[in-house]
């Protein structure tokens, strides 16, 4: 958004809005709100969207007068967060899953990110993972898309700040995945622009038994669609490189996994991804 296009609208740069997904995590969204609402710079907006709950999600978002809530009928949860996008109209936009939080001055340290840089896409800082009442700071740097391609060295998309119109400009987050459509995101958007990082935590991953990346089988699968979608995007030598090394990463992470089934789904990708490789890889060897 330019600075002319801000002041038309009402919003400024430092305008910022949190998205909140829910489907089914009632339980914990009353967390995510209040760690959205004592935030050191206030957001300009939160918007809670119920992707279909069968539960007190709806009737907890409405307890605050705070937050938008949007329903939907359950459509995943690329879905919920661009049914946000569309909605929100700040500058800036945070997405923070419902069974996560955000550290108080999560939104002040982005802003101030952005600010080294006033065009980039997205900025991100390192976030806590919790489990069973232990901390664990969480945080490997990026600066390019190379380093994007070869890995989610990001992980956790609550630790991101987005500048709205760009992300919107991509059409947001590809609904056809069932998950890692955050890192999709990233590649799509590093490619256009550039995106910075910085040191400090920003979020907090907490760890339970329903974390959709409990189901690594599952994870593997959309791991890998992420990675043939940039390979059938095209990538320059360096490019190529890096996702040949970024297979290695994901080889040497699943090979440790003790679960046959999750090694098998390995294989199996990782000769479909090899096989995607080499299709692609010799026209731009001629």
């Known amino acids: 958004m330019t600075a002319d296009r801000a002041m038309a609208t009402g919003r400024t740069t430092s305008d910022v ?13 009353s967390g995510a709100i209040e760690s959205a609402i004592g935030q050191s710079h206030p957001p300009t907006e939160i918007i809670v969207v119920d992707d279909g709950s069968d539960d007190n999600t709806s009737d907890v978002a409405r307890s605050y007068p705070e937050v938008t809530l949007l329903c939907q009928d359950n459509a995943g949860l690329a879905a919920a967060r661009n049914a946000g996008l569309r909605a929100a109209t700040s500058s ?101 622009h550039a995106f910075l990082h910085h040191r ?34 095209g990538l320059d030598p360096a490019g190529l490189a890096a996702w040949q090394e970024g297979e290695g990463i994901w080889r040497s992470f699943y090979d440790r996994t003790p679960v046959p089934l999750v090694k098998r789904a390995w294989r199996k990708a990782w000769r479909a991804g090899a096989k995607a490789w080499t299709v692609v890889k010799r026209p731009l060897s001629r």
């Open 17 to 29: 809005a949190i998205v909140i997904p829910c489907f089914r995590h009632g339980d914990f969204l």
């Open 92 to 192: 800036k936009i945070v997405f923070l899953d419902a069974d996560d939080l955000l550290l108080p001055a999560a939104l002040e340290l982005g802003l101030q990110c952005f600010a080294r840089q006033a065009d980039a896409a997205f900025v991100y800082g390192a976030f806590v993972e919790r489990r069973m009442g232990h901390d664990w700071p969480r945080f490997e740097p990026a600066s390019h898309h190379h380093d994007l391609v070869r890995c989610n060295w990001i992980a956790c998309v609550n630790s991101v700040m987005f500048d709205r119109a760009k992300l919107a400009d991509i059409g947001g987050f590809d609904e056809t995945l069932g998950m890692c459509e955050d890192w999709d995101a990233y590649l799509r958007l590093s490619r256009l």
């Open 200 to 233: 400090s935590a920003v979020a907090v991953y907490l760890r339970h038994d329903t974390n959709m990346s409990n189901d690594e089988t599952e994870l593997l699968r959309w791991i890998e669609a992420v990675r043939r979608k940039e390979l059938a995007r």
